[in-house]
Structure formats: C-alpha cells, structure tokens
C-alpha cells in the first residue's frame, strides 16, 4: 500500500493487532479512518473482496496480513481473519482432497482472482467459483493438478 492512502490507518490498525480474528463495525472502521467510508462500502459486496487489485481499501487488509471472512451488509459488520499459517488437509489414496476452503485459500495465497485461477488450471470460472462454494468437487486428476499448483506457489499444508 502506498503511504497516504486513505486507508493507512486501518493497515496499521490492522497490524497492531495480535488476534487471529477483528471484528469491525463500520462506524469503528470510520473512527479508525478519520472519514466515512464510500457509499459502495455499504451497498457492493465486492467492495470488501480480497483481491489485491479490488482497490487500496483491499491493500489495507491483505498487506496486514488479513482477509475479511464474513461480511454483514445489514448490519455494517466485517470480520478480518489471519489465514493459518499451515492448513490442514485430507488425502485419500495420495490424493489432496481439495474443497472450497482450500481452494480459495490457494487462490488467495496466489493473488488470483477466480477468473485467474480458471486460467491456470484450464477449466472456466464458473467452475472454480462452484469449488469454493461446495457445490462440488475437482477431479481426481484435477486435484493432483492443483497440489502441483499449490506446490510451486509455496502453498503450506499438512495432513491433519
């Protein structure tokens, strides 16, 4: 992020925290700010996205080393929560069980927006965003694609 951004404050906020999790309402975010957040904050989900290139607002978070969790658009509520430095995964026969956590994890480690990932990984973004929401599961092959992926991205996991 680059100083002077408005959102400054919320990165430094952000980084003096020494909770796995911060729950803000927005009203405390304005107090940390100094100002009041934009109309989009309050009506556009994707205004809190992840995604390193979604904005400085996003900056803020991701180079404190948080992602915002859960967002309650009715009742201006954000939860920013570290990301394990290790996580925990299944396999069976050898195989990674990937899920939607896991995926998005991997997507988010990498900077990747869905579209990115779909990319990568030669399928379309509807089916990565079909990933991340549980509707169903990579391949076999699929999945043995993403370990390699996730292995050259320096992506942390262990069994657990």
Request: no cysteine.
């Amino acid at each position: 992020m680059k100083g002077g951004s408005k959102y400054q404050p919320l990165l430094e906020y952000l980084r003096r925290s020494d909770r796995p999790q911060v729950v803000l309402t927005f009203a405390e975010i304005e107090a940390i700010l100094g100002e009041p957040l934009p109309d989009s904050a309050r009506s556009k989900r994707g205004w809190w996205s992840n995604r390193k290139r979604g904005g400085l607002q996003a900056s803020a978070w991701l180079d404190a080393d948080y992602t915002v969790q859960e967002l309650d658009l009715a009742t201006e509520q954000v939860t920013f929560s570290k990301p394990p430095s290790v996580y925990k995964v299944q396999r069976i026969d050898g195989t990674v069980q990937w899920d939607g956590r896991l995926i998005r994890a991997l997507r988010q480690h990498m900077g990747m927006t869905q579209a990115e990932l779909a990319r990568e990984l030669g399928v379309r973004q509807q089916t990565v965003s079909e990933w991340e929401k549980g509707v169903y599961t990579p391949t076999r092959a699929t999945s043995n694609y993403l370990t390699l992926v996730a292995e050259k991205a320096a992506f942390k996991y262990e069994e657990g």
